[in-house]
Structures are given as C-alpha cells and as structure tokens.
C-alpha cells in the first residue's frame, strides 16, 4: 500500500518564523508536489520536483522554497511565515512517465499563521 | 486565470439517484483529466480518469465522460451512496516537465439518505 506521509497535522506558527513542512513517500516515484489547498481555490501547485535535487516553481512560489536532497524526500520552506499563508498544505507524489499521472497525497498539514 | 474549472460549489442529492459533476477546461492541450475525493481532514484520493482520446470511462458506479469540442467532462455517480459525500476535484494533466496536474476548485457533494 504506497504511503505519503507528512510530519506535522496540525502547525501554529508565529508571523515572521522559518517553517519546514516534511514529507516523505515509499513508493519511489520520481515527482513530488506541494500544494495549498483554500477554499473556492481547489488545490493550487506551490512547487514541484521531478528528481532529486531538481525544483520548479508551479503556480504560487513566492513565500516559499524547497528542498529534495532524497529521493523520498520533499521538503517545504516558509521562510519568513505570513498570515496569508495560512492553509492546508498537500504534499504528492507520482510517477514521472507512463500511466496516468496519478497522484498520491498525503493526509495534509493545516498550517495557521498568528 | 483558470484552466480548470467547477463551476458547482456544492450539490445535494437524494441516496439512490444520480450526482453529476461537471468540469470545464481552456487550454486544448491537456491529455488526461482525472477525479479526485477528498473527505475532510484527508488527502485526495484518485477516483477515475480519462484520456484525451476517449469519450468515456466506467469504474463501477462510476463514470467519466469527455467532450473534447465542448472541453467540458462530467462525473457520473449512480447510485449515489451518502458515503460517496465529499468535495471532489476535477484535475487535467499538462505537458509540463513533471507531467503536472491542474486542478479545479472542487464540489461539494452531499448524498442525502
């Protein structure tokens, strides 16, 4: 059964703090994802990584970073956090080629901002 | 602006009768349009796709159906079910370099019993 975790459910953090948002999947697939999902928004691609140590920005990357020095790995950055960036945060993985480019979630990290 | 769009933010419908969902989309490039469910508190989970070069695709009580001249697909459901209850996302894959996703803003279906 493939696995997307993520280290946090919940996360209250103060404006102006560094957050990391960590994920983690099993299934050695070759992308990940991180969204933000708000509402009437749907899900909207933060950032995204098709290899290690390879980024790409989606369609919201300001106020944001990344990092994926492992293959399984997939990391979120706020670094300096902003009321507005509270969200629910979604992080993905999937198979770069073939199939149909279905992806597998996490359960998500509701993030506030104070 | 929008590539993806769900018009519908929420829908009721009785148990036993049909739920439709309904997905429209702009750019003509995309060439596989999947369903997501999402219960709250809960990633998504795939539900059903479609490729760009069919018109309809059946999983059960589920079904997806493509207008490619209309760039509208719909999200058949029968009999709904009030466990079927939950937003859900259309979503269109791109010729990005990771293969991306756009998804839409969700529906809320209530399935009343």
Known sequence: DVKVTQSSRYLVKRTGEKVFLECVQDMDHENMFWY??????GLRLIYFSYDVKMKEK???PEGYSVSREKKERFS???ESASTNQTSMY????GR?????SEQFFGPGTRLTVL | DQQVKQNSPSLSVQEGRISILNCDYTNSMFDYFLWYKKYPAEGPTFLISISSIKDKNEDGRFTVFLNKSAKHLSLHIVPSQPGDSAVYF???RGSG???Q????SGTQLTVLP
Do not use: E, K
């Open chain 1, 36 to 41: 933000r999902q708000d509402p009437g928004l």
């Open chain 1, 58 to 60: 989606g369609d919201i």
């Open chain 1, 76 to 78: 979120l950055i706020l």
């Open chain 1, 90 to 93: 979604l992080c993905a993985g």
């Open chain 1, 96 to 100: 770069l080629a073939g199939g149909t």
């Open chain 2, 90 to 92: 259309c979503a269109a």
């Open chain 2, 97 to 99: 370099s990771a293969r």
């Open chain 2, 101 to 104: 996703l756009t998804f839409g």
